[in-house]
């Protein structure tokens, strides 16, 4: 049976819910309906809970779902909202006159980045293959270098 969840009750770090969500999680009560960053932004959809249970989120308008919504809390029970982490590729550009290139570049594809620290952060919204097809010159003569540990 599906549970229907119309309300967004609060946040986990609301003090009048931290308390009863702490005694929760040490019944093993607690469950977490975990969704894409895409899915953060709807207004209905169905999921699964971590352990199984059948949701149907149905929120009014004015309403928006974030990480550490609760959306369920009662004696026996609470469901929490938690959003997928996200994974960036991490790029360094060789000097500024590509950095401003490839953030045009990245800019022109509507990729979402964030700067910071010398680098170019791309969120990875499709498969990393097609963002490292997209990067392949670059990368190959050396204007940019991926970081951080990735590999192509």
């Avoid at 308008?61 to 929490?80: E, H, K």
């Avoid at 909202?81 to 953030?103: F, K, N």
Wanted: aromatic share 6%; proline share 3%.
């Amino acid at each position: 049976m599906t549970m229907i969840l119309e309300h967004i009750l609060g946040a986990v770090t609301d003090p009048w819910i931290a308390a009863p969500l702490h005694r929760l999680e040490h019944q093993d009560a607690v469950e977490t309906v975990t969704l894409s960053r895409e899915d953060m932004s709807r207004k209905r959809l169905r999921a699964c809970t971590d352990k199984g249970t059948e949701v149907a989120i149905a929120l009014d308008r004015a309403s928006a779902l974030f990480d550490g919504a609760v959306l369920l809390l009662d004696d026996r029970a609470a469901i929490v909202l938690r959003m997928e982490p996200e994974e960036w590729l991490c790029l360094r550009p060789r000097d500024l006159t590509e950095a401003i290139s490839v953030g045009f570049f990245a800019g022109n594809l509507h990729w979402r980045v964030r700067f910071g620290d010398g680098q170019l952060q791309v969120a990875l919204e499709r498969e990393r293959a097609v963002y490292l097809e997209r990067l392949a010159d670059r990368l190959a003569d050396g204007r940019i270098t991926l970081i951080d540990g990735d590999q192509p």
